[in-house]
């Protein structure tokens, strides 16, 4: 509906990552409620493919978000090309297949976790705010971090680090910006099937049936799931809400451990064997 308090008609939005994934679904939810988008895409290819998806009223942008001066680039083209910026996109992260015991990671891998799951985002927000700032309308910041921000994740303790941090930088953030009507907010999501994880196709044929087991509501997340979190927070509907995260896991995190039984039954202590999935 034109007068539906999702719309953002006139708004101009920046996703950082935005060619696949839940950046790319987010992108294509912004333009579809009639926002004027703008991406940074590290992936030649993919950023192509955005573009032609989006038309000639984007602005699609070759460039590495953890890099300052690709993003000062951004920016830059933005304010050229719109003369505003209402709505920002932290979507860079990954764990970089960086998986193992935290005794054995080394140093080049931490600073690696960081730029890509943390830096960034300060990096990016840093240049946007002036922009944002310009207009004097306010807008909504927003960080992806991820569940495992908010529960132990065994193998993962250096990234786990980052994502939990997002939390803190969004509260404290929030505080300083709202007196420019600019909102802070993140989305923590569960694992949600995407090219990046592939979730789904890492289970075994013969497990596929447990997968509505695993979650209270039956099923990994998707791109479209992100997507209608990052509406909510970029739109109206949630202009009272700011500094807080969003868990986006279909209930993983209230579950607290506990699965449904082939039976039915709730447990908290299923018996498995193996990791049950099967990364090749």
């Not at 700032?133 to 569940?147: A, V």
């Not at 579950?255 to 039954?265: E, I, L, S, T």
């Amino acid at each position: 509906m034109a007068d539906s308090p999702a719309r953002l008609d006139g708004k101009v939005a920046f996703v950082t990552g935005g060619g696949a994934g839940i950046g790319r679904g987010i992108v294509e939810a912004y333009a579809a409620l009639g926002a004027k988008i703008a991406v940074l895409e590290i992936d030649p290819a993919r950023a192509e493919d955005v573009s032609k998806a989006l038309g000639g009223d984007s602005l699609v942008i070759t460039g590495d978000a953890c890099k300052t001066p690709d993003v000062k680039d951004a920016v830059a083209q933005i304010d050229k090309t719109f003369g505003r910026l209402d709505i920002v996109v932290n979507n860079v992260g990954d764990f970089l297949g960086s998986h193992s015991k935290f005794e054995r990671f080394t140093e080049e891998q931490w600073d690696d976790l960081y730029h890509v799951n943390l830096r960034n985002i300060f990096v990016v927000t840093k240049h946007a705010i002036p922009l944002m700032q310009k207009s004097g309308d306010g807008g909504s910041i927003i960080c992806l971090s991820s569940i495992e921000g908010f529960r132990g994740i065994p193998m993962c303790a250096v990234y786990a680090a980052f994502k939990a941090a997002i939390g803190g930088f969004v509260k404290s953030l929030a505080l300083e910006l709202g007196p420019y009507g600019i909102r802070v907010n993140a989305i923590a999501p569960e694992t949600t099937d995407t090219p990046q994880v592939p979730v789904t196709k890492f289970i075994p044929p013969e497990k596929q049936e447990n997968i509505e087991r695993w979650i209270p509501l039956g099923r990994f997340g998707t791109p479209k799931d992100a997507a209608g979190c990052a509406v909510f927070l970029a739109s109206e509907m949630s202009a009272w809400v700011t500094g807080t995260t969003i868990h986006l896991d279909g209930g993983a995190l209230a579950a607290g451990g506990f699965y449904r039984a082939p039976d039915g039954y709730w447990t908290n202590l299923p018996v498995v064997t193996g990791r049950g999935i099967e990364l090749g």
